[in-house]
């Protein structure tokens, strides 16, 4: 068992972390069994790099953060599969698809979860999750404006100091707008996906579609400016 914790172990000190009864031996322990997980990260993290994909990620989460997605979502703590993460970055949704299948062939019981169907308050990406060591590593396949809108996410909610923006809470404004922006975001990443499937692009449409991709991409650095202004 990783971190030479047994299930019943793991979802005991999560139970005691969720209520804010967590001892010291359980903060100790959780601290033994996330770092477990770094081996099995490196490990994916070469893989991905080898194959020229320039991953980032952490080795594993915080226990702050841990503690938050217990409380969040009621999940258990011995099947939590975002404890270590790698992401990608790629230009497109052709691209996203591509990366996910390759990555498919390198670990073969990988589960693939589509976000970009089932958006979580607005995310989309890909997620692979992969077996290695016996651990769950998660992979995110983003597109650059995926990447983008959830940079964006992340930095109002450092700005405001308030996580729930990302799991959408915090004000009514900074959600509808996120929301709204991701939605614009699919909506132009699908009919960029139909342009660049095209062997033979139309250099015009091909041009005026990077113009607009710039111009979201622009729109995502500004809305920390705007909505901190208006929630002033």
Known sequence: ???????????KIGERLRKDRATD??????DTYISSFTEAFDEVFATLSRTGLNPGGRPHKTTASIIAKLNREKTRLSTMQDIAGCRVEVQNRVEQDAVATNLQSYYPGASLQDRRKRPSHGYRAVHLIVKVLEHPIEIQIRTSLQHA???????????????????????????????DLSGVIADFESIE????SDREPIARVTKHLESQKYDLKRLCE???????AENQ
Do not use: H
């Open 193 to 196: 996906a139909e342009y660049v």
């Open 25 to 30: 031996d359980d903060l100790r322990l959780l």
């Open 1 to 11: 068992m990783p971190g030479q914790l047994t299930i019943s172990q793991l979802n």
């Open 149 to 179: 809108w959830a940079s964006a996410t992340e930095k109002l909610a450092d700005k405001f100091d308030d996580i729930s923006i990302k799991y959408g809470g915090g004000p009514r404004n900074i959600r509808s707008f996120l929301i």
């Open 222 to 228: 500004q809305i920390i400016i705007t909505l901190e």
